[in-house]
Every structure is written in C-alpha cells, then in structure tokens.
C-alpha cells in the first residue's frame, strides 16, 4: 500500500476554537475515506470530471487523497468537528486511539499566533514579499485532512478578500488555494508586484496531483508565493528573469521527487482593487509540457507573458458573478471596479489533447510521494 509523508496538526479539544492549540500528533494522509454531514469529499471520476471539478474549485484531494471541506464557517460546528476527528482517526496510522489521546489531554500549552507583516516606507519589494512568504509559512501546512476555509475559484475577488481576512484574524493552517488568496490580500498594496496563479498538475506512480502557487513579477523578475509540505515547491525569491526560468525551477524541483510535470495553467494578472467584482482568471493558458518540446514551452511562455503586459490597465466589460447572488455578505458592486468574464475563447491551451496509453511512472519501493 502507498505510504504518504507525514506533517504536524493543530489540534484542540472543543469546536469553538483550534487555533490556540498546541501541536501534537503527526498524521499520514494515505487512507482514503468516505464523506458524511454538510462536508464534502473528492471521489473518483473521469479525467473529464477531474478538469471539471478543479476549474470550479472543487479539487478536494491533498496529494491524491480525499479530504473534507468545511463549508459552515468559523467558529467550526459541532458536527463539522466531529467529522474531522472520525477522518483523522481513519487516516492517522494510530487509528481512534490517537484521537482520544489528544482530545483527553486538557492542559496543551498555546502555541504563538504569528502577526501580520507590516512594512516600513524604504522596504524593498523583495523583503516585503519574504516577509509576507514568513507570515505564510509560519501559518504553517494544514495536516488535518479538513479545510478550514471555503475557496471557490469563481467568487468575486471582493469575496475571496473576504475570506483572506477571516485567514489573518483566525491563524489557522491552510492549503495551497488558500496561501495563494493570502498572498493576493497581503500583496493588495503593493502597485508595481504583478500576481497572476500559476498551478500544476504532476504525475507519480500512475496518480496525478494538483498543487498552486502565486506567482509574482516586478522589476523584471519573477517569483512565486505559497505553502506546501516540500521547501522547494512554494516560496521563490524575486529572480528569475522570464516565466521560463521559474517554471524549469518547479520542473526540478518535482523531480527530486520523482514526479513527472504534466500540464502548467497559468492566469492572467489580478487586480490590486479588495472590492472589484470581478473574477481571478485562473487559466488563461493551459500548457501541455510532457508534450511540448523546450523551444515550444519557451515560446507559450514568452506569448502568455506579452498577454499579461497587454492586459495591464485594461478592463473587460462588465458582467454580472453568477457566485455574486448567492454570495449574500459580498460587498455591493463598485461601478468604478472593473470585471473581466472568463470565456473559454480567452482561454489557450497549449496543444490537443491526443489519445492514448499513458505510460505508468516508476514506483520508487512503493512509497506515495506527496508534495
């Protein structure tokens, strides 16, 4: 059986709190498991699903395995929580009994809650986004197996800003999506740091996994924000003179782990405007790597690069958030706020899809390599 990596959990006693609670257990993240309450689990479905389903947010595995989504907010309810602690007892190694070891100790000190970065006037844009990269990191990766934010990828950013103060005011662990609309809210006020989403799709021992990060460009360099379990697969320095480096610099880091780069969805700049209505366009350009020789990825980057310069200061005809109705405690429309629809003739995809038999990839010993 595949086994995961494993990582620290914050954990505590009751449903109305769990940020102010001292690491204790380590989970493995192998086993999967079946939904139950208002949360819902990924299950499995074909490849077109798949696409379906992460274009809408709606990716709910963490390293190729279900995990739980609470969609009834903070502070987390009863039987949300209970539900986590059934999911940590069929994953963790430990089973039930790890559970009631945690749950039965009253006395677990509380652990620092980091603060939100501020910033002196003659700050740099580099240490800046290091010390926002810090905040990020210190939230640390949540383990869990529950998410304890909502991220739906077709809300307002108005909304989704929303949900990125909740993060800083609750101090919870959090997931790729998560970091990169924290790293959007953190990087609000900074007019001359691009920030565009920039995700992945890996393969390892016949599985496919997803990950994200928030990509950054200023003074002609490029960089990235985010979290994740691997050192190597979130945080890089303001650096890299195009899109290509940066990209090759993710493409080896999954190697050390044995995973093979499949597809890279790259969006478009998103606004610097908290109260715009408009939408994160995710994927503008959807590139095909393991298809793609050298030449043609350089080529797809250097053309998604000259469409993110050419998009800067231009707004899309507006056009009302099907997310927005059902979103009651989204702040009204600014009419000055501009909104860019997400059409999939804006939308390019590298090569088509061709079919056939992909080949497995190797399975080092059997281990599941997470990342």
């Not at 079946?34 to 809408?56: K, P």
């Not at 360099?221 to 697969?233: K, N, T, V």
């Not at 998103?270 to 590139?287: A, G, M, N, R, T």
Request: charged share 30%; with cysteine.
């Amino acid at each position: 059986m595949p086994v995961s990596c494993c990582g620290t959990v914050h954990h505590g006693s009751s449903p109305r709190r769990i940020v102010h609670k001292k690491p204790g257990i380590r989970t493995c993240l192998s086993q999967p498991c079946s939904s139950v309450g208002l949360s819902m689990l990924r299950t499995e479905g074909a490849e077109e699903r798949d696409e379906e389903q992460e274009d809408e947010g709606e990716d709910l595995r963490d390293g190729g395995i279900p995990f739980i989504i609470n969609r009834g907010g903070l502070p987390v309810n009863e039987e949300t929580w209970e539900q986590m602690w059934r999911h940590v007892a069929r994953i963790h190694p430990d089973g039930e009994a790890v559970a009631r070891r945690i749950r039965g100790t009253g006395d677990l000190p509380k652990i620092p809650v980091p603060s939100v970065p501020t910033f002196q006037p003659n700050s740099s844009i580099p240490q800046r986004l290091e010390a926002i990269q810090r905040y990020i990191r210190d939230l640390q990766y949540n383990h869990t197996g529950t998410q304890f934010f909502e991220i739906k990828k077709s809300r307002p950013l108005t909304a989704l800003m929303d949900i990125a103060k909740e993060m800083t005011r609750e101090s919870l662990p959090i997931k790729c999506l998560e970091a990169v609309i924290l790293g959007i809210y953190l990087t609000n006020s900074m007019p001359t740091v691009e920030r565009f989403p920039l995700s992945f799709k890996t393969q390892f021992s016949g599985s496919h996994f997803r990950h994200i990060v928030l990509g950054v460009h200023s003074g002609g360099r490029f960089g990235a924000l985010g979290i994740s379990r691997r050192e190597d697969l979130m945080y890089k320095p303001l650096e890299y003179k195009t899109l290509t480096d940066l990209l090759q610099e993710f493409q080896v880091a999954y190697r050390r782990y044995w995973h093979t780069l499949c597809k890279v969805k790259i969006g478009h700049y998103v606004s610097h405007d908290p109260h715009s209505v408009e939408q994160i366009e995710w994927k503008h350009s959807v590139l095909d790597v393991d298809k793609l020789s050298k030449e043609e990825l350089r080529k797809e980057l250097e053309r998604h690069t000259r469409d993110m310069r050419l998009k800067i200061g231009k707004a899309a005809p507006p056009s009302p958030s099907k997310d927005r109705k059902k979103d009651m405690g989204s702040p009204l429309r600014n009419p000055g706020s501009p909104m860019r629809k997400n059409s999939q003739s804006d939308r390019r995809s590298s090569v088509e899809k061709r079919s056939g038999p992909a080949g497995p990839a190797a399975d080092v010993n059997g281990y599941q390599i997470r990342v």
